[in-house]
Each structure stands twice: as structure tokens, then as C-alpha cells.
């Protein structure tokens, strides 16, 4: 297994944001967690990418335990956080640079890159230049320059528009083909973590757990008339039947949202 969170748990003081909550995800796999809102999935990420250490359990990557451990992974969040004062090329050998070895080398390989995926003409533009799209493209290239086999993508599509979402999921499945990456992907839009992913793993409301993980029988390449399968339906309703459940029991057990307009 490329990733394994076994009996992980975060409380942060008297609040528990991670009941004991375990996950597989295999080399190259596409898996995509959805959850209620608050469910702790990024608290997940935090841990796996070893920004946080779990008050429980641990974090194996290729079976070496890295909990606690930074520099094991390719992590983007879902603003673009490109620097404005830097060119395309420049925000894609970020990392480099911080790490001050910005060497004409990953300058080639970020124009590289940029050609590859559609930014040739762009590579010397600043980010006020780009568009919502092309900006979260800089952005997964500058993850993709830090060369972990192991990416977490955090709502990278979530402030997009529609249309520009829908070119953006084709667009990340081109590069996941082509440069075989693991690829674990929160997202709180059912039909994109579907439509992407191998499998998609539901979780509890808080404390967040992974309730259930279903796996995703479509054949790929996929083109979006899956979407109005009969496949692609059944488990949407069997995904979205579980995100109910556990969003009804969230607002239960606080009784003060409710109404309050939260």
C-alpha cells in the first residue's frame, strides 16, 4: 500500500475533530473522501502530511512510519496561493527555492510542464495575468515539482465556476494518467469525487471517521456521459442516502444550530 492511516485521532484540547479512523489507499490509486461539513477531513490531510501529530495512531507511506513527519507528500489546497511578484515558472519551482536550489534545471522542468498542460504561452506571465482555471493549474504543477508519488488535493476545485470545474476534471485526470501519481482528493461536490476517483471513502460527522468506502465501476477514459448513467446514479444516491444519515445526525447532536441560520 502506497498510503495506510492506522487508528488515527486528533483532539485539539476538549474537542475530539478525529474519532480512531483508518484508510488504505493503493500505488497510483485515485481516491477521493467526502463528508459532512466540520467532519475533520482536512484535520486527515494535516495529520497524513505530517503537519499535525495524531493524538492516536499513525501514518505509513511505502510501510515506512513518517507520523509527524513533513516532506513525504505533494500537498495542495484549494486557494491557488500563487506569489503575485512571481512569473508561472517561478511559482512552479517554489518549493526548489524555498529549499534554495532553484536551479536552471527545475526551471526547464516547470516550463516543461506548463507546455505539457497547456500554459506554453503563459510560463512568463504573473498570476494577475491568469485566469481562476490557469491559476490552479500553476498550482498543481508547483505540487507535481515537488516529485512526491503521493499527492493530497484539498478542494482545488471548489471557488471555480462550473464550466471551468468541469474542464479542470478532465484536465487532472489527463496528468494523473500520464504521470501515474496517488492521488487522495477531499472534495464536498459528490458527482466530481465519483466521476475522479477509484473509490470514495463517506465520513461521520464530528468526530470524523471513514463510515464507508465505495468503489467506483466505471470504465476509464471517462468522458461526462457517465454522468447520467444508471451506474454513475446508483451510486450517487447510495453516497449522497449515507451524507444525509450523517449530516441529520450532526445537526442533532447540535441543537443550537438549528434555526440559528449557521
Known sequence: MKLQVEEVSQVFGTTAALAPTSLAVAQGEFISIVGPSGCGKSTLFN??????????????????D?????GHV????????????RTVTENIVLGAALHGRARRRDRDEARALATRYGLA???????????????????????????KDLMLLDEPFGALDSQTRLRMQQWLLQ?????HRTIVFITHDVD????????????????????????????????FEL????????????????????????L????DMVGSGA
Open 47 to 64: 495529520v497524513v502530511s505530517g503537519l499535525l501529530r495524531p493524538t492516536t495512531g499513525r501514518v505509513l507511506i511505502d510501510s515506512v
Open 192 to 223: 466530481e469525487a465519483i466521476f475522479l476517483s477509484d473509490r470514495v471513502a463517506v465520513m461521520s460527522a464530528r468526530p470524523g471517521s471513514v463510515r464507508e468506502v465505495f468503489t467506483i465501476d466505471l470504465p476509464r477514459p471517462r468522458g
Open 74 to 85: 505533494g500537498y495542495m489546497l484549494q486557494k491557488d496561493l500563487l506569489l503575485p511578484w
Open 252 to 255: 442533532e447532536s447540535e441543537p
Open 227 to 250: 454522468l447520467t448513467s444508471d451506474v454513475f446514479t446508483e451510486i450517487k444516491r447510495r453516497v449522497l442516502e449515507l451524507l444525509y444519515t450523517e449530516t441529520i445526525q450532526a
Open 175 to 179: 496528468v494523473w494518467g500520464d504521470l
Open 121 to 147: 504561452e503563459f510560463v512568463d506571465h504573473f498570476p494577475h495575468a491568469l485566469s481562476g482555471g490557469m491559476r490552479q493549474r500553476v498550482a498543481l504543477m508547483r505540487t507535481l515539482a515537488f516529485h
Open 66 to 70: 513518517v507520523t509527524g513527519e513533513t
